[in-house]
């Protein structure tokens, strides 16, 4: 098919009246419309006002979709141990099946065509099948909890271990290579070293599965994994292998300067999630030390509870924002770069090759826009609108792989409003009361 508007390959060209043509799940074609048009006479047409690669989201909780609004106004520890854990403990396997798709479902309604996504302890082949079916790219991963952790969550390190496994088998490189694999610890807090040590030999062992945990978030953690380990958080993941090209690691907003070098020399990949890191009062990660240190920066929404939505452009605005303020200085992470953490930075943290920004011979993961709104008016600068102005509703047009998941701003592989009447019964019948004092006894 033929896709024409306004084209926004990368972040550094704009074509006007231009196309892109899709042959299958490839992009065959890029330029103005009237040349792609020739190449490819027969191709069927949809017009969008801007035409641009499927986001990535690079840390999210699909899962926790469900918690959206139970837990707002806490900061991390209190937010997890008396909301999160409990919440997740309580789950069973058709509620988390609920609650993956409410994630998807928001994902292509916004424009995320991949997604890095920490699930949950338990269930987790409800949300692979759930990411399948509804066709987006994703990278996910089963939690590992072993110590520290709620009665429900907490596992036998060996246990928790061989499901990995079991799950690697069954789903990564499954849906026709869509969906992969993230070997997923929690956090150090959670983990013993034991279980740490065997996420890094899980993915030494099968080709192309990734590493997933979350780092550095806020003081409190640092301090228990300090006072657990005698050593400073990433230099803790680095001992026990949890660093190098393979790793994505959410946050890392309290590093120093000997830990953003280890982040540096093994090419580990950072996820900042600014809305997150603002709304729990976790700190400011150093994102524009991190660039300067050639660092890839990618960016997510984390989860619906913490945030609270999965939309990706909000969370540009957000991570422009916040750098230029506490830099004070307006200059950094101009929209270019906020433009690439949010696409092929984050196809290179989930490890995907050909994705990230529309050119032949790559996966045809596209989005369509619609500016017919006030907010798109008037409209000097495509990449300033995009970054600064644009909402995940103004996505019109989700594609992964060629597939059309959403046109004309209608769900074509789910019944969204399905999705959202079984969402809001799950919803109404939680009840996290017994796993929160489980759960309360285990906070450091
Ligand atoms: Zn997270």
Same mark, same amino acid.
Request: charged share 25%; aromatic share 6%.
């Given at each position: 098919?033929? *896709?024409?508007?306004?084209?926004?390959?990368?972040?550094?060209?704009?074509?006007?009246?231009?196309?892109?043509?899709?042959?299958?799940?490839?992009?065959?074609?890029?330029?103005?419309?009237?040349?792609?048009?020739?190449?490819?006479?027969?191709?069927?047409?949809?017009?969008?006002?801007?035409?641009?690669?499927?986001?990535?989201?690079?840390?999210?909780?699909?899962?926790?979709?469900?918690?959206?609004?139970?837990?707002?106004?806490?900061?991390?520890?209190?937010?997890?141990?008396?909301?999160?854990?409990?919440?997740?403990?309580?789950?069973?396997?058709?509620?988390?099946?609920?609650?993956?798709?409410?994630?998807?479902?928001?994902?292509?309604?916004?424009?995320?065509?991949?997604?890095?996504?920490?699930?949950?302890?338990?269930?987790?082949?409800?949300?692979?099948?759930?990411?399948?079916?509804?066709?987006?790219?994703?990278?996910?991963?089963?939690?590992?909890?072993?110590?520290?952790?709620?009665?429900? *969550?907490?596992?036998?390190?060996?246990?928790?271990?061989?499901?990995?496994?079991?799950?690697?088998?069954?789903?990564?490189?499954?849906?026709?290579?869509?969906?992969?694999?993230?070997?997923?610890?929690?956090?150090?807090?959670?983990?013993?070293?034991?279980?740490?040590?065997?996420?890094?030999?899980?993915?030494?062992?099968?080709?192309?599965?990734?590493?997933?945990?979350?780092?550095?978030?806020?003081?409190?953690?640092?301090?228990?994994?300090?006072?657990?380990?005698?050593?400073?958080?990433?230099?803790?993941?680095?001992?026990?292998?949890?660093?190098?090209?393979?790793?994505?690691?959410?946050?890392?907003?309290?590093?120093?300067?000997?830990?953003?070098?280890?982040?540096?020399?093994?090419?580990?990949?950072?996820?900042?999630?600014?809305?997150?890191?603002?709304?729990?009062?976790?700190?400011?990660?150093?994102?524009?030390?991190?660039?300067?240190?050639?660092?890839?920066?990618?960016?997510?929404?984390?989860?619906?509870?913490?945030?609270?939505? *999965?939309?990706?452009?909000?969370?540009?605005?957000?991570?422009?924002?916040?750098?230029?303020?506490?830099?004070?200085?307006?200059?950094?992470?101009?929209?270019?770069?906020?433009?690439?953490?949010?696409?092929?930075?984050?196809?290179?943290?989930?490890?995907?090759?050909?994705?990230?920004?529309?050119?032949?011979?790559?996966?045809?993961?596209?989005?369509?826009?619609?500016?017919?709104?006030?907010?798109?008016?008037? *409209?000097?600068?495509?990449?300033?609108?995009?970054?600064?102005?644009?909402?995940?509703?103004?996505?019109?047009?989700?594609?992964?792989?060629?597939?059309?998941?959403?046109?004309?701003?209608?769900?074509?592989?789910?019944?969204?409003?399905?999705?959202?009447?079984?969402?809001?019964?799950?919803?109404?019948?939680?009840?996290?009361?017994?796993?929160?004092?489980?759960?309360?006894?285990?906070?450091?």
């Amino acid at each position: 098919m033929l *896709l024409s508007g306004t084209i926004v390959p990368d972040s550094s060209t704009i074509i006007e009246n231009g196309a892109v043509a899709v042959d299958g799940s490839e992009i065959a074609a890029v330029g103005k419309r009237q040349s792609v048009r020739a190449q490819y006479p027969d191709f069927p047409e949809q017009q969008y006002d801007i035409v641009m690669p499927g986001m990535v989201g690079s840390h999210i909780h699909s899962v926790q979709s469900l918690g959206r609004g139970i837990s707002d106004d806490t900061e991390l520890l209190d937010w997890l141990f008396d909301y999160i854990l409990p919440m997740e403990a309580t789950m069973d396997a058709a509620q988390m099946e609920v609650a993956a798709k409410l994630g998807y479902l928001e994902l292509i309604e916004t424009g995320t065509t991949t997604a890095i996504d920490h699930l949950s302890v338990a269930h987790a082949d409800r949300a692979f099948e759930a990411a399948g079916e509804m066709g987006i790219r994703g990278v996910l991963g089963k939690v590992l909890m072993d110590q520290r952790s709620p009665d429900g *969550l907490v596992e036998e390190t060996q246990m928790a271990l061989d499901e990995t496994e079991r799950l690697i088998e069954r789903y990564h490189g499954s849906f026709n290579d869509r969906i992969r694999y993230a070997v997923t610890p929690r956090f150090a807090v959670s983990c013993t070293e034991e279980c740490l040590r065997g996420a890094r030999r899980l993915a030494d062992t099968y080709d192309g599965v990734r590493i997933h945990t979350h780092a550095s978030e806020n003081q409190g953690e640092i301090e228990t994994v300090e006072a657990d380990t005698g050593k400073r958080n990433i230099e803790w993941l680095h001992e026990v292998g949890l660093t190098g090209e393979d790793v994505v690691l959410a946050h890392c907003v309290w590093t120093d300067e000997a830990e953003r070098e280890l982040l540096a020399e093994t090419g580990t990949h950072v996820t900042h999630c600014p809305s997150s890191n603002m709304k729990l009062a976790s700190g400011i990660a150093p994102i524009v030390d991190y660039l300067d240190r050639g660092i890839n920066v990618a960016l997510g929404n984390d989860g619906p509870p913490c945030n609270n939505t *999965l939309d990706p452009f909000t969370e540009m605005k957000q991570a422009s924002v916040l750098q230029k303020v506490d830099q004070l200085d307006p200059t950094v992470t101009p929209m270019s770069d906020i433009f690439e953490m949010a696409t092929i930075n984050g196809a290179k943290a989930a490890g995907f090759d050909r994705l990230g920004k529309l050119s032949p011979g790559w996966r045809a993961d596209i989005i369509g826009l619609s500016t017919d709104s006030t907010r798109g008016t008037p *409209l000097y600068e495509i990449l300033s609108y995009l970054v600064f102005a644009a909402r995940g509703e103004d996505v019109q047009f989700t594609m992964v792989d060629g597939e059309i998941l959403m046109e004309d701003g209608t769900v074509t592989v789910a019944d969204a409003d399905e999705i959202r009447q079984e969402a809001t019964a799950v919803a109404e019948s939680l009840d996290i009361s017994d796993e929160r004092a489980s759960a309360q006894e285990q906070k450091p």
